[in-house]
């Protein structure tokens, strides 16, 4: 199972917004909605953000959004501020009691 | 509280195997999967598989399937991960991080370091 993929890096300043995508196949992504965004911060536990495509967890900020089309999945964070600066990664069901994880996208802050 | 607390840092030999635990507190520990997740230096997450604790079934990556072992205690809601013929490019930091039947996990634990080293 291939890892999905994400660029390795997104940037925006304070108040922008950036959009990270995460590319699979109809195998995964495009087969289920089930594909998951987590961030993690340096030496931190990763945090879940969005699950099942686009619903965001208590707590988690609605400048986070997911949505996804085809064998694509993205999110959004929107007004970006410093604490956004983290690795985030997506994750996706690939049939058969498996998941997989993006290759992951270092958000920077500008 | 509601966390799930792993057991410390472990440095191994190649060859050797290394067993790390996950204890759960908070809530009903055979609600919910466990899967494992491993981070080597530097790198992203790798999926390894999940327990349900409810019924002992597993799952695992195709990658470590006869490899690694997930097992649980459920009289004291803790679920165990032992890596077998370890070799240096096992050495990572390995969460456990509670699963729905969706396939998302909404907590993690903190991380176990293993270090394989000669």
């Known amino acids: 199972q291939s890892a999905l993929t994400q660029p390795p890096s997104a940037s925006g300043s304070p108040g922008q917004s950036v959009t990270i995508s995460c590319t699979g196949t109809?195998?995964?992504?495009?087969?289920?909605?089930?594909v998951s965004w987590y961030q993690q911060h340096p030496g931190k536990a990763p945090k879940l953000m969005i699950s099942?495509?686009?619903k965001r967890p208590s707590g988690v900020p609605d400048r986070f959004s997911g949505s996804k089309s085809g064998n694509t999945a993205s999110l959004t964070v929107s007004g970006l501020q410093a604490e956004d600066e983290a690795d985030y990664y997506c994750?996706?069901?690939?049939?058969?009691?498996?998941?997989?994880f993006g290759t992951g996208t270092k958000v920077t802050v500008l | 509280q509601v966390q799930l607390v792993q057991s410390g840092a472990e440095v191994k030999k190649p060859g050797a195997s290394v067993k790390v635990s996950c204890r759960a507190s908070?809530?009903?520990?055979?609600?919910?999967?466990m899967h494992w997740v491993r981070q080597a230096p530097g790198q992203g997450l790798e999926w390894m598989g999940r327990?349900?604790?409810?019924?002992?079934?597993?799952n695992f990556a195709q990658k470590f399937q006869g490899w690694v072992t997930m097992t649980r205690d459920t009289s004291i809601s803790t679920a165990y991960m032992e890596l077998s013929r370890l070799k240096s490019d096992d050495t990572a930091m390995y969460f456990c991080?509670?699963?729905?039947?969706?396939?998302?996990?909404?907590?993690w634990g903190r991380g176990t370091l293993v270090t394989v080293s000669s």
């Open positions: 327990i349900n604790p409810n019924n002992g079934v597993t």
């Open positions: 908070g809530y009903t520990f055979t609600a919910y999967y």
């Open positions: 099942e495509v686009s």
């Open positions: 109809s195998s995964d992504v495009g087969g289920y909605n089930y």
């Open positions: 991080a509670r699963g729905f039947s969706n396939w998302y996990s909404d907590l």
């Open positions: 994750s996706s069901y690939a049939g058969s009691n498996n998941l997989v």
